[in-house]
């Protein structure tokens, strides 16, 4: 399977879309998400020339050129290629270029402190390779996994796939310090059935700061603590916990040092248990039955799921939450 077909840079790509539509269409109809015009492919109805039935539609992830005449669909990037495939060149150019010079794509350079592990840890991340540089099936199910997810490029451009030993087939989401150097990494599984579905680095010293993002909040401004990274992406300042212990010590010191902080767990039984302790704990938790009535929204699992759904492009941001944290301890109705 040929990826490059999915990858696309929306900056980029609007810009040589507006220059062809405007050269060779007319009557173009624009909104924030679409374009509308009349289908290059069948060229509408052959007796009205005011019917437009060529879509182009931004929220898709790619984005996806459909006419409602003649049914072809395909991706922008297939249908600018086989079309205007002059623009097309000059749309690869400039995103091969912007990969080149904002993309660091080499091995990850990770700290290892315990002597003990060293040879094995080196012998395990020695496989670790960058999204963008691999080749071959598993990057591109990688790849597709992010975009499937609505991933910011700007973000899964810096991961990597594990390719042998203990991580692999395995997404490799690095935890950078204040010196935005990886001292910690977790393993998202890439096929349903592995078990477990994340790995995190091995930490028998017990020095690691396991929090998400931890060195780039505002810590002056509220900050929502989700158990996954990739929910965390979706939310304005916000950190990810990989596997909340509440009788975790160093956990418990590093969350302490954040002084408004609001626990926004996954909708499940599991996390049901953990919000009732939170909340005796007198610790803010998210009501998500409350959430979901309140936007007219379906049932979900956790943020991204709910991202996906709606089709958010934007981060959440706290004002947006807020309504829907509670401290109070007669709010564990909500999780029994």
């Given at each position: ?287 998500w039955d409350k959430f979901l009535k309140a936007n007219n929204y379906p049932m979900v699992k956790d ?34």
């Open positions: 399977m040929n990826f490059n077909k999915y990858i696309h840079n929306e900056f980029a790509l609007e810009r040589q879309l507006k220059i062809i539509l405007s050269v060779h269409f007319s009557n173009v109809f624009e909104k924030s998400d679409y374009y509308n015009f009349r289908c290059n492919v069948c060229g509408d109805s052959k007796k009205s020339r005011t019917k437009k039935r060529g879509y182009i539609l931004k929220r898709k992830k790619p984005w996806m050129y459909y006419c409602h005449n003649c049914n072809y669909e395909t991706t922008v990037e297939k249908w600018m290629k086989e079309y205007f495939p002059s623009y097309y060149k000059d749309y690869l150019k400039e995103i091969l270029s912007e990969v080149n010079k904002d993309i660091i794509i080499k091995n990850p350079e990770i700290r290892i402190k315990s002597n003990k592990s060293q040879d094995e840890e080196k012998k395990n991340t020695k496989f670790f390779v960058p999204i963008l540089k691999g080749k071959g099936e598993i990057f591109d199910i990688a790849k597709q996994f992010c975009y499937n997810r609505l991933i910011p490029e700007s973000i899964w451009h810096k991961w990597f796939v594990a390719t042998d030993e203990m991580y692999r087939n395995r997404i490799i989401i690095p935890f950078y310090d204040d010196n935005n150097k990886i001292y910690y990494y977790q393993g998202r599984s890439l096929y349903d059935y592995m078990i477990p579905k994340y790995l995190s680095r091995k930490d028998a010293s017990g020095n690691f700061n396991t929090i998400y993002n931890f060195y780039n909040i505002d810590k002056t401004k509220p900050v929502i603590i989700l158990e996954g990274p990739i929910d965390s992406l979706f939310i304005n300042n916000a950190v990810a916990i990989t596997g909340l212990k509440i009788k975790d010590e160093k956990l418990q010191k590093n969350l302490n040092s954040i002084p408004r902080r609001y626990y926004l767990l996954d909708s499940d039984e599991d996390a049901c248990r953990k919000n009732i302790q939170l909340l005796k704990n007198g610790e803010y938790i998210f009501i943020i991204n799921e709910l991202v996906i759904i709606i089709q958010k492009k934007d981060q959440f941001s706290f004002e947006e939450l807020e309504p829907f944290f509670t401290n109070k301890l007669y709010d564990k109705i909500y999780f029994m």
